[in-house]
């Protein structure tokens, strides 16, 4: 590890004012995934900006029935507080899938949203990589890609982005709040983390000196049906191959009203295909309808040498997800067994 500056904050506005003075520093929540890259020496921050004592950690409703995260609440007090386990159980699902309790403890919701992709050679400071070293290569793509993206990867990096928490996040629909010198900014889920194209250095929109304030959802206006499905090589304790998040509503009639389904395990962000979501609108909850969705969600998936399992394996969760949240019946967490 390298010698760095330590700064404990006692403001945003400090924290904000020390990212802009020091453009290489890393601010420090749960510290989960940013020591460990220190301690690989893949991120060399000159400064670390703890913002532990900043006060971002309430859980409350918006004025429009929705609710705010703090950014630094942990991932486990989201997955148990009432309002997600009732309203957004979807949220609290996709957090449970994820790391251990020891880990769910320390995370945070916005070191969550930033955790980098789990790539072997973006960790092996020994092998290329252009999303670390910019210019040097991608490895992966002639090499070890068994976990990596079938879906929008660029010729520089073929990369996944590592979170269960985004993919619910994804489906539900939310915001992030951020901070800079210039005020607040509100940023859709959707356009936060980004594809890699020509520039896979960067995994967000966030702009260097921006701090994450927290998460909004948006109102549940209807009971929705949901399951987050997570296929991994382990049943614990392990990131997802693919992971499927479903957010849905049925009418009366039996029809699908609203369909909100993003993958994980897939791409460099989240994925959602909002074309083929709005084919499921007013159809029958069935699973030939399903399987036409899941084929269009997956029409532009490419393989690498080593996984084209995972086009056949997403399209397969997807299908499955949606069967567990339109019978009432999401995967369930503590019994990881898929019926
Ligand atoms: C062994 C292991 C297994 C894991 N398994 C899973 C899994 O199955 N699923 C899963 O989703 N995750 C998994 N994780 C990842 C884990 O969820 C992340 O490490 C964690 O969420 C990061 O949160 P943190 O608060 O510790 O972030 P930190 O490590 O403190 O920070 C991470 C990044 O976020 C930035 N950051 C933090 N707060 C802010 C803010 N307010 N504004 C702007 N930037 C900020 C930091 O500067 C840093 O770049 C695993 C991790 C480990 C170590």
């Known amino acids: 590890m390298k010698r760095f500056t330590y700064v404990r904050a006692v403001s945003i506005d400090q924290a904000i004012e020390s990212l802009s003075v020091h453009p290489d520093a890393k601010l420090l929540a749960g510290g989960t995934n940013l020591v460990d890259l220190m301690k690989y020496d893949v991120a060399t921050p000159t400064t670390i900006i703890d913002i532990n004592d900043l006060p971002l950690r309430e859980i409350s409703e918006t ?17 148990v507080h009432p309002s997600v386990a009732r309203h957004y159980p979807l949220l609290a699902s996709a957090i449970l899938a994820g790391a251990s309790a020891q880990l769910r403890n320390a995370a945070t919701v916005a070191g969550n949203l930033m955790q980098r992709t789990r790539c072997s050679y973006f960790y092996d400071v020994l092998t290329p990589c252009n999303k670390r070293a910019p210019g040097s290569g991608c490895p992966a793509r002639p090499g070890l890609n068994r976990n990596h993206a079938i879906l929008g990867a660029s010729e520089l990096c073929v990369a996944t982005h590592p979170s269960d928490m985004c993919v619910a996040l994804a489906a539900i629909g939310a915001t992030i709040i951020v901070q800079g010198p210039n005020g607040l900014r509100a940023i859709p889920l959707a356009d936060f983390h ?56 049925i009418d009366d009639e039996a029809a699908i009203s609203t369909a909100q389904i993003a993958l994980g395990g897939v791409a460099h962000k989240p994925w959602r295909n909002t074309a083929a979501e709005a084919l499921l609108i007013g159809r029958p909850a069935s699973r030939v309808n399903f399987e036409q969705f899941a084929s269009m969600l997956l029409s532009g998936a490419v393989a690498l040498s080593e996984n084209d399992f995972k086009i056949d394996l997403a399209r397969r969760t997807v299908v499955r997800a949606l069967e567990q949240a339109a019978s009432r ?9 898929i019926h």
């Open 194 to 249: 980004r594809l890699p194209g020509d520039a896979p250095e960067k995994d967000t929109t966030l702009f260097g000196n921006e701090v994450i304030l927290g998460i909004e959802l948006p109102p549940v206006l209807e009971h929705h049906r949901y399951s987050y499905l997570k296929i991994r090589d382990r049943l614990s304790y392990a990131f997802a191959i693919v992971s499927a998040a479903v957010w849905l509503t």
């Open 63 to 79: 004025a429009d029935g929705g609710l705010r995260i703090g950014a630094l609440v942990t991932n486990s007090d989201v997955a």
């Open 329 to 337: 019946t999401p995967q369930s967490q503590s019994d990881k067994r």
